[in-house]
């Protein structure tokens, strides 16, 4: 039985990409596929699909779309510096456990 790991990013997140192909890039968490360990990132690992014509699209033909990259691969962007941050969870006033930048303390929303 495999052991549920608790994922440190979530959907809507800022992310840079530390390794790969796409390194460098930033963009915002578009989903999160939890069983496979990956994220889809906006703009980020874009490969080349083949499609056939269909409703959405008549003509068929090659579209771009971003592929999925293994959250090893991506970091939290720090929401009050603007670099790459760890990330940690902490209890806040109310008792609710959130997630905290590593580097500035701030509270990641």
């Given at each position: 039985m495999e052991k549920k790991v608790k994922l440190k990013i979530r959907k809507g997140d800022l992310v840079k990409v530390i390794a790969g192909d796409s390194k460098g890039s930033q963009g915002k968490i578009v989903e999160v596929l939890v069983d496979k360990n990956r994220?889809?990132?906006?703009g980020a690992n874009m490969v080349s699909k083949h499609t056939k014509?269909?409703?959405?699209?008549?003509?068929?033909g090659i579209v771009k779309q971003e592929a999925a990259i293994h959250i090893s691969n991506l970091m939290l962007v720090d929401p009050k510096t603007g670099?790459?941050?760890r990330v940690g969870r902490q209890k806040n006033d109310a008792g609710?456990?959130?997630?905290?930048?590593?580097?500035s303390g701030e509270e990641i929303k």
């Open positions: 994220a889809i990132v906006e014509p269909n409703a959405a699209n008549p003509n068929g670099n790459t941050t609710k456990l959130v997630r905290v930048a590593k580097k």
